[in-house]
């Protein structure tokens, strides 16, 4: 889902991934697996500089030469960062995109450094409650393109968005097995989807109402199953899309039901309200 995100943040920006130099800040499950899916996308692993806790990734980290645990960061070592980078500074200047899943902000990205990046520079802070930087510091620092974790900033990165349409398309199947190429089926839909509704700086993204959306993953999910062998059920993309979005609009019908029957109550706006007060003072007192 943040390559969905990211293939149409370039896009915006009129930038080609092949040619992008893309920042990964952290280098946990995350950031190591979307490294991989990058590159399946069209991303130069030269390209890429990633960053741990103590420093950039390169080729002659040796405490992750040596570390079993460190396997996927040292197969990333060996293979981005050619130049050794070492700091931040080394490393921002003039990069196209950073990708931060690492520790909660704020001011894990600093200023100075968004800075440093090139033109149209796209940064996606997702640490959850709060961004590595906020995204009004990182517009005024120069970025083109904010996106975070967080539902009440523009740009939400959510993987509610992705994980249904790819389940219900592995289920509908009865795939073996969920592949990278499953999975970058449902990112380009995801990404397609939203540039059919209009990208704008402040929408890379489809809302998570769309229903149409999770039935164009499934289906694209469903194709390439068929197509990798992976599918105990054969059906066609059009099945699969007709199948989830009966589905899709049959639950969201029911829960419209049972709203309106009284069976249950949203939450009240004024419990919202205070739990939102709560967490901005929270965020405001981790500021200091």
């Known amino acids: 889902m943040v390559c969905a995100a990211f293939l149409n943040a370039l896009k915006l920006a009129r930038k080609k991934i092949e040619n992008a130099k893309i920042i990964l800040y952290g280098s946990g499950a995350a950031n190591t697996s979307i490294a991989a899916f990058l590159a399946q996308l069209g991303a130069r692993p030269q390209n890429i500089i990633m960053f741990d ?44 995109a950073v990708i931060a899943l690492s520790a909660s902000g704020p001011n894990v990205l600093k200023k100075e450094w968004i800075k440093l990046m090139a033109s149209k520079a796209i940064v996606f802070a997702c640490a959850n409650p709060i961004p590595e930087i906020y995204p009004q510091d990182a517009l005024e620092a120069g970025a083109f393109i904010v996106a975070t974790g967080r539902g009440d900033f523009a740009n939400q990165v959510n993987n509610s968005l992705c ?67 992976l599918a105990r059920r054969t059906l066609s993309g059009r099945e699969a899309y007709e199948e989830t979005l009966r589905a899709v609009k049959s639950a969201r019908g029911l829960n419209k039901l049972m709203l309106e029957k009284g069976f249950f109550k949203p939450f009240p706006k004024k419990l919202l309200d205070e739990a939102l007060r709560k967490t901005l003072k929270e965020i405001k007192s981790a500021d200091l």
């Open 53 to 96: 806790s103590k420093s950039a990734l390169h080729k002659n980290r040796e405490d992750l030469k040596n570390n079993p645990a460190s396997f996927k960061q040292w197969e990333l070592c060996k293979i981005t960062n050619p130049s050794c980078l070492k700091t931040q500074e080394e490393a921002f200047k003039g990069a196209d």
């Open 163 to 229: 994980f249904p349409g790819i389940l219900k398309g592995a289920l509908l199947c009865r795939a073996k097995a969920i592949s990278d190429e499953m999975a970058l089926s449902a990112t380009q839909a995801l990404a397609q989807r939203a540039r059919r509704l209009g990208l704008e700086r402040e929408r890379i993204l489809p809302p998570m109402d769309d229903d149409e959306l999770y039935a164009l993953e499934a289906a694209a999910v469903v194709k390439t199953a068929c197509k990798q062998g």
